[in-house]
């Protein structure tokens, strides 16, 4: 559903100053000032938009307030911008009326802004497609190009518009853009030259100088340092928040997109630079010798580097700046100019050339944004001008009395327009047109524009006037002339009343403009209605090597001399402004009056006195009073009806019939007095804001009243539910609860049943136990003792049964006694006594023979370390079978030992000793069983590169082997090779084989190592011998076994000398020169590596870890 909204919704203050109540200026600023307050920078009068600026970004101009405001009617929501935007190019569009848009404003009231804002809605609705797209880039790119060299800094404004612009857009007749013409009015071209305190030039030569390459700069014969130019102001040079190189980058960007050729960009920046370089040129007198003085060029560095860049002959350029050519007729007279003549004629040629510049800009721009196609255009012209101008001190000048006649015509057409609009609408609705009364500044327009005896026609008239003409002329004129207008007012006019006026000097006139007095000095009136360039000038441009130069002066062709004088700038400017005002006045006008709320250009600062004086020169209060004049509020019958319906029985809900007999009744209803309203043919008027408010007062009380009517069903429809809600659940819950309660009762007597039930059946169970109980018992009674009975008998006959078998047995057992006593006694008789031992011998003999023809076929084999044996047959020949064993065993040992060599004997021998001194005490020992003791390990006497070594080493090598030699200061270890002899054992380099250590054995008392795997040992020297000075040794290797066995047995074997000490410890001394270190071994997980590792842990400790086997 399409949500109906109103400007009459959410007001802040009230959205249409025309609704403003009581109406005063006070109210009227306080409206502005509550709105601004909260950042409703928009308010109506009428269909005019005031536009306060507020000097920071609001979230107000995003592609969805775009979308929000597409397509609406004007007074449906809040003020804004893009509503007007979007009715002027919606009866553009849709009713075919072209449209102006009218932006005025005082400098730095957003005008520029406003215009560009509009330009951009407009871009955004309007139709797409690719040639459309690129119109609107190129109309939204020309203004980059115009305000670079058409905007500057002043004080009032960072980026204010020294020009003013009118732009046609033109559209086709779907409302999608063709094309633009621009026209441009009076740049403020003095700036050129001079520029007032705290102000700067045109942008674009600080956009140059800041963002253009090294290269370009070279080019243009230009430095980046500001202060080398006399025409750029320095106090001013950079702006905060305004970024010159990047500036530069866009405005070259949108040179190209607006279509600009690089031989183009380069010509303007060429002239810029010229501009730049004639500021830099300065003048000496030079004497002649008439007595006068005639300029001379100071230094032509500058005159000739400018010359080159616009091929100029610089001697001519140079005369141009001395002499002057006056030409009448027939006759040429050449006048030397003086310094001061010469410095006039530099910031002619310099303001003429930049101001030329600009015009051309703007004939290019138009060029390429010229519509395509001849078809019927429609148009919407935007305007945006300077505002009218007034100096507080009273330094208005030309330039001000140009811009304030501008604005008064513009006041002139807005009245015009505005109450044409007013006055069509009451015809259009058909009602009775009353006279508004208004102040009407025709009068005031007359005063300047007159073709007689206006002020622009007067000061045209003195500068055609031969003989001596000054500003004080022209203000003499002006005294006799306008003395008795009654807007006019001067000392010295006829009219003595101003003779003691002190605020009115001399030399200044004032002009009662329709936005209050304003002070004119008259000092440069003549000469810049003049604007004169010495024809010289223009001739030497013209001469120029440069196409863009010589385009810009074409009155410089000799070959086109035109003896008359030039137009003056008041009659240019006049005519511009009478074209203007007719092409707006084709139009249908849209206004923005944009306001300024402080001079600090600072956001959320709302300065009563300036707004307040805005307000009034730009006639807002009476813009207001004419528009309140007739009716202050219409609104078309069908949506006042809907707005209003409430407020009548008849009319609401629903009115059935047409919309306008709706209204009639409801305001009948309401009993609005009938001269309060009119009804025309589809709006209905209202003549007082009082009537309004009333409709909208009993409407928000209605609305009231029907919210309260709404709240009441609504509670009432909810209380009703809950109740059924609530009555239906406690049905439900009771429902449920009975069915529970009976289940329970149910439970309760199914369980008691069951309980009667299982006793009963239990007691009758029991009963009928007892019973087969006593019935089993009386059985198994009978049994008892039926068996007792047969126990009884069945024992009584197995003791008869023993009795009788004791008796047979007694019986048989005398028999047998009595057979063999009586066999016994028969075979003595035939047997020797001693046969007995003899069989015993004989048998014993014959068991032992076997003993051993058994032995003898299963003896295990030769091997000693073969521990088979056989079984023993016979536990009587227990001792003689271990005994057997053990001497076989002997005896294979012994021939075993039989086959060994000398080598070997000793070779076992060393392992026995090993086995005696480690076993059973170093962890390292199984390991080293199985490996041969190999002794020379490095085959020292065979390797050629040990051939010094040995050669050094006298006796016989018993061991050579690669040990590391641990350093007590970091416990890392240093591999030498360790020799040794019977005598001694020496410690030599690896590499060099160089020797570093050769002890005596006798020096060594003892060798300590650890019970664990590693083969850290430490060699310890007798103290007080020669060797232990450097103190003792502790070294590591992997056949420390094999090391100690030779140390021990060469001790052994040596009847000079002590048995050597071997020490096993997990913790020993070591004797490193002076100190004594304690070598302590841990053990450590297999994790932290598997290898063993030395580390000092402190000055007197080294501790080993041994990683534990796995
Ligand atoms: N609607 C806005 N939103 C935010 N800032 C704004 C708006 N309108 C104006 N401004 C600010 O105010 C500054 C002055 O605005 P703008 O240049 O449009 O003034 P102007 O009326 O064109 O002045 P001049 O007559 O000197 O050219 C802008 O540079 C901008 O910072
Ligand atoms: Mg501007």
């Known amino acids: 559903m399409e949500v109906k909204t109103s400007l009459l919704d959410n007001m802040i203050g009230v959205g249409d100053m025309v609704l403003l109540e009581p109406l005063s200026e006070d109210s009227f600023l306080g409206n502005l000032k509550k709105r601004f307050d909260h950042s409703e920078i928009y308010t109506y009068i009428g269909s005019v938009v005031i536009s306060m600026n507020p000097y920071r970004s609001l979230p107000i101009y995003t592609p969805e307030k775009v979308e929000e405001y597409r397509n609406r009617n004007f007074y449906e929501l809040s003020p804004h911008i893009y509503a007007l935007a979007d009715e002027a190019y919606r009866s553009l569009r849709d009713q075919d009326k072209d449209q102006c848009i009218l932006i005025t404003g005082e400098s730095g009231a957003g005008k520029t802004e406003a215009s560009k804002l509009v330009m951009s809605y407009v871009a955004a609705v309007c139709g797409k497609g690719h040639e459309v797209n690129k119109v609107k880039e190129q109309l939204l790119q020309s203004n980059p190009v115009l305000e670079a060299f058409g905007n500057a800094k002043t004080v009032r404004n960072d980026n204010s518009s020294r020009f003013g612009k009118y732009m046609d857009i033109e559209f086709d007749f779907k409302g999608d853009p063709l094309g633009g013409v621009i026209s441009n009015y009076l740049l403020e071209k003095s700036r050129v030259v001079k520029q007032p305190r705290g102000e700067r030039n045109?942008?674009?030569?600080?956009?140059?100088?800041?963002?253009?390459?090294?290269?370009?700069l070279r080019k243009l014969k230009l430095d980046r340092d500001f202060s080398k130019y006399n025409y750029l102001s320095l106090d001013s040079a950079a702006v905060s928040g305004l970024d010159d190189a990047a500036n530069f980058r866009t405005v070259r960007n949108a040179m190209q997109i607006v279509g600009f050729m690089e031989d183009e960009v380069q010509s303007v920046l060429e002239l810029v630079a010229a501009v730049l370089k004639l500021g830099n040129i300065e003048f000496k007198p030079e004497s002649r010798c008439n007595g006068t003085d005639e300029s001379r060029v100071k230094d032509k560095n500058d005159l000739k580097e400018m010359c080159e860049l616009l091929g100029i002959e610089q001697s001519v350029l140079e005369r141009a700046f001395s002499y002057r050519t006056v030409e009448a007729?027939?006759?040429?007279?050449?006048?030397?100019?003086?310094?001061?003549q010469a410095y006039y004629a530099r910031d002619a040629l310099a303001k003429n050339l930049y101001s030329r510049l600009f015009s051309w800009l703007v004939t290019r721009i138009n060029e390429s944004i010229q519509a395509q196609t001849k078809a019927r255009h429609k148009v919407m012209g935007v305007l945006d001008?300077?505002?009218?101008?007034?100096?507080?001190?009273?330094?208005?000048?030309?330039?001000?009395?140009?811009?304030?006649?501008?604005?008064?015509?513009?006041?002139q057409i807005f009245i015009e327009l505005t109450l044409r609009e007013e006055q069509e609408e009451y015809i259009r609705e058909g009602i009775e047109w009353t006279n508004i009364e208004y102040f009407n500044n025709a009068i005031i327009c007359d005063l300047i524009e007159n073709n007689q005896n206006g002020i622009l026609a007067m000061l045209d008239e003195e500068c055609l006037r031969p003989g001596t003409v000054t500003d004080e002329t022209f203000l003499d004129k002006l005294n006799t002339i306008c003395a008795d207008h009654q807007h006019f007012e001067s000392r010295l006019n006829k009219n003595s009343k101003f003779l003691n006026d002190h605020s009115l000097p001399h030399n200044c006139f004032r002009i009662q403009h329709y936005a209050g007095k304003v002070l004119y000095r008259v000092e440069g009136f003549v000469d810049k209605?003049?604007?004169?360039?010495?024809?010289?000038?223009?001739?030497?441009?013209?001469?120029a090597n440069h196409s863009l130069i010589k385009q810009l002066f074409p009155e410089g062709n000799p070959a086109k001399v035109n003896l008359k004088r030039p137009l003056t700038a008041g009659f240019q400017f006049r005519a511009s402004v009478g074209t203007l005002m007719r092409n707006l006045q084709t139009k249908n006008p849209n206004y923005i009056r944009c306001i300024k709320p402080n001079d600090k250009k600072a956001s959320h600062i709302f300065t009563d006195s300036l707004v307040r004086h805005q307000v009034r020169y730009l006639g807002l209060m009476e813009n207001v009073r004419v528009r309140?004049?007739?009716?202050?509020?219409?609104?078309?019958?069908?949506?006042c009806l809907e707005r209003y319906k409430m407020l009548c029985k008849r009319t609401w809900p629903h009115w059935k019939g047409p919309a306008r007999e709706g209204v009639e009744v409801l305001m009948a209803d309401l009993q609005i007095p009938t001269e309060e309203i009119s009804y025309g043919r589809s709006k209905i008027f209202i003549r007082n804001p009082r009537t309004l408010f009333f409709l909208e007062e009993k409407r928000k009380q209605c609305l009231q009243d029907l919210a309260t009517l709404i709240q009441k069903i609504y509670r009432g429809w909810k209380c009703r539910t809950h109740f059924l809600l609530m009555k239906k659940s406690q049905i439900v819950v009771a429902a449920w609860y009975r069915r529970y309660a009976q289940q329970k009762k149910y439970r309760n007597i199914k369980s008691a049943t069951t309980m009667v039930q299982s006793y009963t059946r239990g007691w009758q169970a029991r009963k009928l136990l007892r019973e087969l109980k006593h019935q089993k018992r009386c059985e198994e009674a009978v049994t008892t003792i039926a068996a007792f009975w047969h126990g009884t008998q069945a024992r009584r006959e197995l003791r008869r049964l023993k009795e009788e078998a004791r008796r047979k047995h007694a019986v048989a057992l005398i028999w047998a006694y009595w057979q063999g006593l009586k066999v016994r006694r028969e075979y003595r008789k035939f047997f020797r006594a001693n046969a007995g031992k003899k069989i015993y011998d004989f048998t014993i003999q014959r068991i032992i023979q076997k003993y051993f023809l058994g032995l003898k076929s299963s003896m295990p084999s030769m091997s000693p370390i073969d521990r088979k044996w056989p079984a023993r047959p016979y536990g009587f020949l227990d001792g003689v079978h271990t005994e057997l064993r053990k001497i076989f065993h002997h005896w294979r040992c012994k021939k075993y030992r039989d086959q060994f060599t000398e080598e070997k004997k000793a070779v076992y021998e060393e392992k026995l000793e090993a086995s005696e001194i480690f076993k059973d005490k170093k962890a390292l020992y199984p390991s080293s069983v199985s490996q041969p003791f190999k002794g020379d390990y490095l085959e020292i006497s065979k390797n050629p590169k040990y051939q010094k070594l040995n050669s050094a080493v006298d006796e016989k090598v018993l061991l050579a082997d690669v040990v590391n030699k641990i350093n007590r200061a970091n416990g890392k270890g240093t591999p030498r090779i360790f020799l040794l002899t019977k005598k001694n054992f020496v410690l030599a380099d690896q590499k060099t084989g160089q020797v570093k250590?050769?002890?005596?054995?006798?020096?060594v008392t003892s060798v300590s190592v650890s019970t664990q795997k590693d083969g850290f040992f430490a060699l310890k020297l007798k103290e007080g011998s020669a060797s232990a000075v450097k103190g003792d040794f502790l070294l590591s290797s992997e056949h420390l076994i094999e090391i100690i066995t030779k140390l021990h047995r060469i001790g052994a074997t040596a009847a000079d000398r002590e048995k050597l000490k071997v020490d096993i410890s997990d913790e020993f001394l070591v004797q490193f020169k002076q100190d004594k270190v304690c070598v302590k071994f841990i053990q450590s997980s297999p994790k932290n590596g598997n290898s063993v590792s030395c580390k000092r842990k402190n000055n007197r400790l080294l501790e080993v870890s041994v990683p534990t086997s796995p």
Not at 206 to 216: E, I, M, P, V
Not at 997 to 1002: D, E, R, T, V
């Open 202 to 216: 045109f942008h674009v030569f600080y956009q140059l100088l800041s963002g253009a390459s090294d290269d370009t």
């Open 997 to 1003: 250590a050769s002890i005596p054995l006798p020096d």
């Open 628 to 639: 309140r004049a007739g009716y202050a509020f219409r609104q078309p019958y069908e949506p």
């Open 385 to 411: 001008i300077y505002g009218f101008e007034i100096f507080e001190n009273g330094d208005n000048s030309f330039e001000q009395f140009i811009i304030n006649y501008c604005n008064e015509k513009l006041q």
């Open 529 to 543: 209605n003049n604007d004169l360039l010495y024809r010289d000038l223009s001739q030497a441009m013209y001469k």
């Open 329 to 340: 007729k027939m006759e040429k007279v050449s006048t030397t100019l003086n310094v001061a």
